[in-house]
């Protein structure tokens, strides 16, 4: 069975561009959710996203934003990219809340 | 406010010793904790996940307990290995969020 798949692997881009980041979820998972780990910090959560809708948001300006699909694969949106946006962007999906969460490998993204 | 600690921030150890990580959380309205650990630049594996009712789960050499009214979990790992060497981190579900601590840089030296 597959697991969670996040792309691109790596996105390169230049301040005040935006960047999108796909997760698709292991099959029968329908919670998403998707946190930011720049270098040398810890995991900070971003976004939940459960049955297409938002459920819960971290502590991120409106710049950060995303969606979920029908088919429950999610995009994370990064509108006018900073310098300090570069990060590693982490995906996990769950069966629902309260269940064990997996994570995909990530998406390195680099703000030159 | 929920906050993780886990201590100690690195450790390094020869092979073949046991060991064990520690986790405590201030708000002990916790659904569930997870233990997880992260290779270099890598994603994040799932270890072991205990549910809020449960005092301990194991899998193979790792054992992880939870002591919900102390908020205080442990991961023991028997017998580590070169390859157990990655950070550890643990997370507890709470607020409809996972909420991480900062981990345990493990080294095991051959």
């Known amino acids: 069975e597959a697991g969670v798949t996040q792309s691109p692997t790596h996105l390169i881009k230049t301040r005040g561009q935006q960047a999108t980041l796909r997760c698709s979820p292991i099959?029968?998972?329908?919670?998403v959710y998707w946190y930011q780990q720049a270098l040398g910090l810890g995991l900070q959560f971003l976004l939940w996203y459960d049955e297409g809708e938002e459920r819960n948001r971290g502590n991120f300006p409106p710049r950060f934003s995303g969606r979920q699909f029908p088919n429950y694969s999610s995009e994370l949106n990064v509108n006018a990219l900073e310098l300090e946006d570069s990060a590693l962007y982490l995906c996990?999906?769950?069966?629902?809340?309260?269940?064990?969460?997996?994570f995909g490998q990530g998406t390195r993204l680099t703000v030159v | 406010k929920q906050e993780v600690t886990q201590i100690p921030a690195a450790l390094s150890v020869p092979e073949g010793e046991n060991l064990v990580l520690n986790c405590s959380f201030t708000?002990?309205?916790?659904?569930?904790l997870q233990w997880f650990r992260q290779d270099p630049g890598k994603g994040l594996t799932s270890l072991l996940l205990?549910?809020?009712?449960?005092r301990e789960q194991t899998s193979g050499r790792l054992n992880a307990s939870l002591d919900k009214s102390s908020g205080r979990s442990t991961l023991y790992i028997a017998a580590s290995q070169p390859g157990d060497s990655a950070t550890y981190l643990c997370?507890?579900?709470?607020?409809?969020?996972?909420?991480f601590g900062s981990g345990t840089r493990l080294l095991v030296r051959p």
């Open positions: 205990i549910q809020s009712s449960q």
């Open positions: 996990a999906t769950m069966t629902g809340s309260a269940t064990e969460a997996f």
């Open positions: 099959s029968g998972h329908t919670s």
């Open positions: 708000d002990s309205a916790i659904y569930n």
């Open positions: 997370a507890v579900d709470s607020s409809y969020k996972l909420i």
